[in-house]
């Protein structure tokens, strides 16, 4: 057992919707130990101007529903350079912190990783990312939360785009990963999918829309994930006015943009939250240092932290294969 007796926690980069309550189950599995435990404001830019407060079971009450972080989050980078992490490690050795638990994504977890290798810091990282994109994981904190909102506004989509026979473009989150857009395609019943994984042949997409819209008189929706090869949901727009067979056809594009990021995550997000958090403590107490936890198959799994941030996780082909045949 290890000989950690005060550990510090942050919720950094891009919020994603289970947060909180992943942070709620680290507070509280931490004093059920009887350890110490110290929240770290604004993420990295708070460890690095020592942005601390006291935390125990009460203060995380009632946020197991609550969207976003109590610890809010930012980007810093100051923590980028050597100088940064030098006073962050400086920090938390003042503050009698031992150890990091680190809710967020692969900038997140670099973070931490860079923190273990230069100053020794102990850390644990916890996968918090809409994106999914986490290799360790089946599923990361806040995905399932911003996929089925994704899925709504789809289907309140489908509602309009029905009622005037219109072509919908519409962009999900997903700069590197097409899990968001991938799934909600499927469970919105789109017409057709574009993630970054495959390349995007405008002849072939052209071909496709025209044979629904043109052929066939009814209304499509094309989901496309903002990391797609082209640029995204606007430049596939332009594309296709470029063409005359277009012309007829009123399009329409909508980013959903950050809407998937807000609300009251998921009973899935909050179950997933809460064993990570507490898998978290566990791995510290257990003495590991610089893995993250993650759900693989149903069970906890530790995978070291720069193989999760070397490794890109693959998406599901068969998935895939499966919306182009539903399509």
Request: with cysteine; hydrophobic share 40%; aromatic share 2%.
């Amino acid at each position: 057992m290890s000989d950690i007796t005060r550990i510090g926690v942050l919720t950094s980069g891009g919020d994603a919707p289970g947060m909180n309550a992943c942070l709620r189950a680290v507070v509280r599995r931490a004093v059920a130990e009887e350890l110490e435990v110290v929240g770290i404001r604004q993420g990295y830019a708070g460890l690095i101007e020592g942005d601390f407060v006291e935390m125990d079971r009460q203060s995380v009450s009632n946020i197991l529903g609550k969207g976003g972080t109590i610890l809010k989050t930012a980007r810093s980078n100051t923590f980028r350079q050597p100088e940064g992490r030098a006073r962050s490690a400086e920090n938390l050795r003042s503050a009698g912190i031992d150890a990091l638990v680190a809710i967020g994504g692969n900038g997140t977890l670099r973070g931490a990783a860079m923190l273990h290798e230069e100053h020794g810091i102990a850390v644990i990282g916890c996968p918090g990312t809409i994106d999914n994109d986490l290799f360790g994981t089946d599923e990361t904190v806040g995905y399932d939360t911003a996929l089925n909102t994704a899925i709504e506004n789809i289907d309140r989509i489908r509602d309009t785009a029905d009622a005037h026979n219109r072509l919908f473009l519409i962009e999900v989150m997903g700069q590197d990963a097409g899990f968001i857009a991938l799934n909600c395609g499927i469970g919105g019943g789109a017409e057709l999918v574009l993630i970054p994984e495959t390349l995007t042949q405008m002849s072939s997409i052209k071909e496709h829309i025209l044979s629904l819209m043109v052929s066939q008189l009814r209304s499509s929706i094309v989901v496309v994930a903002e990391g797609e090869e082209m640029g995204g949901a606007v430049k596939i727009a332009e594309a296709l006015k470029e063409d005359e067979a277009f012309a007829p056809i009123d399009l329409r594009v909508c980013i959903l943009g950050h809407v998937q990021r807000g609300g009251s995550p998921t009973a899935r997000d909050r179950v997933l939250a809460s064993r990570l958090g507490s898998a978290a403590v566990d791995a510290l107490l257990e003495g590991h240092d610089s893995v993250m936890v993650g759900v693989v198959n149903g069970d906890i799994k530790l995978t070291p932290i720069r193989q999760v941030c070397d490794r890109k996780k693959q998406i599901d082909y068969d998935l895939l294969n499966l919306s182009n045949l539903l399509s």
